[in-house]
């Protein structure tokens, strides 16, 4: 069964040919970093133009990529949501169309559920169940993932990403766009304990997130240390404390969600889970513990289509079908 995979729910237009939920044919995703780098964060308006100048000559290249016509596309899947709705209409608008044109089914697919099933697009996809951490600019959420449909929500942030953190902490730094690139290249020259950095958390709640109070922390050092902002040492150090305390919370919550489920099993997704530090601290900590730990490659962590094709897959497989009056949505 090939599936024709899109997505539209930020800053990346991209579109994906899979086979059988398991086999990438192709994947072609353009990117908008120039377009908002000027800006310091993604401009939802200019993103939504942006899709609507990319999204059928990245399509088309999907298709040529895989060597296959429309009418060789057993299916499409699109994401739904949660993203931007400008952007989010625009990949929809498409599938439909498409949908309509070349007569197959639709289905609509979750962002954060299809940054889960990536791990199945790769050669050792990990066995059901498990505990998985999607951690990207707009969400850090954990779930117990049960099976292809079944993912409960264990825990998430309260307020700033985990992504969202490292973009507005490389503006307080004036280190420009997308933030955690910047700032997993300064830390490694830093010293991560050279700034003592807050690691927030809400003891009613182990496993929910909170990010604003360590953005905060680090709005004070720069005030009271302005040779931050001057001092490239200086400069490397507060980085690194910074992303050594975000991986320290990411890690602790996994590997506590896993002890509270009694999973063996961690799968960390989305944009952040590229990061270096990340994984090297993920894949320390699973040896010691003897947890089976499943990372995507760098181009299955960050947004791409090829995830949403895997998991429209399995909606299509259970029957489901999107409607054609079906609407996108910002949250969920």
């Known amino acids: 069964m090939l599936i024709l995979g899109i997505e539209t729910s930020c800053d990346e237009t991209a579109a994906a040919v899979v086979a059988n939920g398991r086999r990438i044919l192709s994947s072609v995703v353009a990117t908008q970093f120039e377009l908002h780098a000027q800006y310091g964060g993604v401009v939802p308006e200019l993103a939504a133009r942006r899709h609507l100048e990319s999204i059928l000559p990245v399509i088309q290249g999907a298709l040529d990529q895989a060597g296959v016509a429309g009418a060789q596309i057993d299916g499409l899947a699109v994401t739904q949501g949660p993203g931007l709705i400008g ?3 625009i990949g929809m608008a498409v599938g439909k169309a498409l949908a309509l044109a070349w007569d197959r089914p639709l289905v609509g697919v979750h962002h954060l ?5 990536a791990a199945f697009l790769t050669e050792n996809p990990p066995e ?14 954990l779930y117990l993932v049960h099976d ?17 953190a490292f973009d507005k902490v490389a503006k307080l730094l004036r280190l420009g766009y997308p933030g955690g690139v910047i700032i997993e290249k300064l ?6 304990e050279a700034f003592h950095l807050p690691r927030p958390r809400i003891h009613e709640e182990p496993l929910t ?7 905060t922390a680090v709005a004070h050092q720069v005030k009271n240390h302005p040779e931050t902002l001057t001092d490239s040492r200086a400069q490397a150090d507060l980085a690194a404390g910074f992303q050594e305390a975000v991986v320290d919370s990411l890690v602790s919550r996994a590997f506590l969600a896993l002890e509270e489920t009694g ?9 952040v889970a590229a990061n270096g530090r990340l994984r090297q601290v993920l ?4 040896q010691t513990d003897g947890i089976d730990l499943f990372l995507p490659p760098l181009s299955l962590c960050t947004d791409n289509a090829a995830m949403v094709a895997a998991a429209g897959y399995h909606k299509l497989l259970a029957g489901e079908r999107l409607d054609l009056d079906a609407d996108v949505f910002s949250r969920g």
């Open 148 to 164: 292809f449909h079944q993912m409960n929500l264990l825990g998430r942030s309260r307020d700033d990403a985990a992504g969202e």
């Open 283 to 286: 894949q320390d900590r699973a």
């Open 209 to 215: 997130f909170s990010f604003s109070g360590l953005k």
């Open 128 to 141: 059901f169940p498990f505990v998985a951490l999607v951690v990207s600019g707009g969400h850090t959420n």
């Open 87 to 89: 952007a989010l209409v």
């Open 113 to 117: 559920q299809a940054h889960i099933l």
């Open 187 to 192: 830390a490694a020259q830093g010293n991560p």
């Open 263 to 271: 999973s063996t099993r961690l799968v960390v997704s989305g944009g």
